[in-house]
């Protein structure tokens, strides 16, 4: 059922509806059954995987809490007669089982996930492999299913897992409520990546009908509809005419394809979440945020920061953090010191995790190639900002710019354009192609051609230009006016006329202008395919 | 402490580590900063900071940092 369908909006009419009428107390149950609906709609064998997924995990973290309660009733009773080496040898053994339990887990969740995504992959390379050697033997693709959303309920529940093994929190004791934190529809398919300690209240609580949510949280649904629908999925026809035909469409064209694209996938990125989140408020469950204005980040490490922020704390936590202080990698530090010397030995552990994580973010986001290029281009550029660090707080010591604004706008400009041409890999979705046009640009001069007639052979006519440009600065003014606060709190402040007013015309620009028109039907969110 | 305080501002010379309780939540400390002292933590007291033990309550002040090393030279 796609977020956006009417049939998706009539579901949510109903469920909205139910909820507030229904006893509090079963309004997580309703929630549930609402999910499974929602899931059930991408085809009953799906149901399968996540029902794996919610089993094997519930199970695990039961044992891992039950062995945590063990452990401590042990030691209470036994406090006495043990002496601390026999203290410490129990607890060893203990951790020693919650971690095997942990990792079976870990491993059959993840091989799922790894199975069903990437077995095509591996079997292309393979034939290309035997293909170099000579070798007439071609290995057939396997006709896998790839459940909606595997990536995003697999990671939140592997990061439920770790935490209860760290003793983050206590495991949820209720099956069918652990199945709602897996299977919460709105996030289910393309995020955020929650973490149980922030959802539990939320998910769990008695929610009474509050007008204030309510409304907040359907006017951030309105916004999102009014991202998708009328700025990427009118923006999407440019780029896929842009990146269809590469012999054409070079040069210039290709600058505006890569700035077109960014357009897009922001607000289709940041649209799907806003939707997310604002049904979340309007069922009375705060969400964490995925996205802090992005594309105002001065340098990159920051901009990882600010988009995808769920993703980007999960691989900080749990993967970053136990590989870079894991036992064997301290001992790689200490031995790299020893080696390389104090200043480049220390870099070794960060650089080691930074390269295993960026590699795992790219083929997370899909299993190419060129997702790989991508999430290793980002730990290049993020290695290498870095290591210039010396150089900038040399430049900035003699030339004290860093607080002018003109300045700031440069790192603005810099680090968007960075990270736009990152995301060409994405695009054309080849890395020969992708460098090959990315070159085109500075060799293919044919700025004159483009804006004077090749603008308007790319399926956009003057009024989608005009949509456009309106849409993006209005996008662009609440992004400002957002740094002071929430935008929707500020208008609520203003008389109601006024809000009345601003989301009227948000909603008639979106029933207008969204593009749904003819022969045009709204596509799938970009992140449902990961 | 003082070994610890000589650790972090080696790190970052311009924060005064011994007032500033915000070193997570206001993002002085990144990622990098975190791997590299954990590695010259272990290598001077002797202790093990694992992945768990990263989390702003335990490294948000040069104070809550050396009470995670006393905890865990105890256990």
């Given amino acids: ?530 | 402490m003082e070994q610890l305080l000589e650790i972090l501002s080696d790190l970052h010379p311009d924060v005064d580590f011994e007032e500033c309780d915000t070193l997570i939540d206001d993002g002085i400390l990144d990622s990098f900063d975190i791997v590299s002292l954990i590695s010259e933590i272990n290598e001077e007291f002797d202790v093990v900071i694992s992945a768990e033990h990263i989390t702003p309550e335990n490294f948000n002040s040069a104070e809550d940092l050396y009470a995670l090393i006393e905890r865990l030279e105890e256990e």
């Avoid at chain 1, 519930?58 to 452990?71: D, F, L, P, S």
């Avoid at chain 1, 997370?364 to 870095?386: P, R, T």
Wanted: with cysteine; charged share 15%.
């Fill in chain 1, 1 to 530: 059922m796609l977020f956006t369908s009417y049939r998706f909006l009539f579901f949510l009419l109903v469920l909205f509806t139910v909820y507030y009428i229904i006893p509090k107390k079963c309004q997580w149950m309703l929630l549930l059954a609402a999910s499974y609906i929602f899931y059930a709609y991408a085809g009953w064998e799906c149901l399968i995987f996540i029902g794996i997924t919610t089993l094997t995990t519930y199970v695990a973290g039961r044992m891992i809490e039950q062995n945590h309660a063990t452990q401590k009733n042990y030691l209470a009773a036994h406090k006495a007669e043990l002496s601390k080496e026999e203290k410490k040898a129990y607890k060893e053994r203990q951790k020693n089982k919650r971690f095997a339990v942990m990792t079976v887990c870990l491993i059959l969740n993840f091989g799922i996930l790894a199975v069903l995504k990437y077995t095509n992959f591996v079997i292309a390379n393979m034939n290309g492999i035997l293909e170099l050697t000579g070798s007439t033997k071609v290995l057939a693709f396997q006709d896998l299913l790839l459940p909606l959303g595997i990536s995003f309920y697999t990671f939140q529940s592997m990061g439920y897992l770790i935490d209860v093994h760290r003793g983050t929190y206590p495991a949820q004791k209720n099956l069918f409520k652990f199945a709602l934190f897996v299977s919460f529809f709105p996030q289910l398919i393309q995020g955020p990546i929650s973490r149980y300690d922030d959802l539990e209240k939320g998910l769990f609580g008695q929610h009474t009908f509050d007008w204030t949510n309510i409304s907040f949280g359907l006017q951030r649904i309105l916004w999102g509809y009014f991202k998708k629908l009328v700025i990427a999925d009118r923006m999407l026809i440019g780029v896929n005419t842009l990146i269809g035909d590469t012999a054409t469409y070079t040069g210039f064209y290709v600058f505006l394809g890569m700035l077109f694209y960014a357009l897009q996938l922001y607000a289709d990125f940041t649209g799907g979440i806003d939707i997310t989140i604002g049904i979340a408020q309007v069922l009375g469950i705060p969400m964490q945020e995925n996205f802090k204005r992005p594309y105002f980040s001065k340098g990159i490490k920051e901009y990882w920061r600010r988009w995808h922020i769920s993703l980007g704390s999960w691989f900080t936590d749990y993967l970053f953090y136990p590989i870079s202080v894991c036992k064997p990698m301290l001992k790689v530090s200490k031995w790299s010191r020893k080696v390389l010397g104090e200043k480049i030995g220390k870099r070794v552990p960060v650089y080691a995790a930074s390269i295993a994580v960026w590699f795992v973010t790219g083929i997370w986001h899909g299993a190419a190639w060129n997702f790989v290029v991508w999430g290793l281009g980002n730990c290049f550029f993020i290695m290498l900002s870095q290591e210039c660090e010396p150089l900038y707080e040399k430049f900035h010591n003699r030339f004290r710019v860093k607080e002018k604004v003109w300045f700031k706008a440069f790192q603005i400009i810099r680090t968007f354009l960075l990270m736009s041409s990152l995301r060409m890999l994405d695009c054309y979705r080849d890395v020969p192609m992708t460098f090959k046009m990315f070159g085109s640009m500075f060799t293919d001069w044919n700025v004159g051609e483009v804006l004077s007639a090749g603008v308007w052979n790319l399926g956009l006519g003057i009024h989608d230009y005009v949509v456009l440009a309106v849409g993006t600065l209005i996008l662009f003014t609440v992004s400002m006016v957002g740094r002071r606060g929430s935008v929707r709190e500020m208008i609520a402040r203003k008389p109601i006329g006024v809000s009345l007013v601003i989301f009227g015309s948000l909603f008639i620009a979106t029933v207008l202008f969204g593009a749904y028109g003819m022969g045009y039907d709204a596509s799938q969110f970009i992140y449902n395919q990961f």
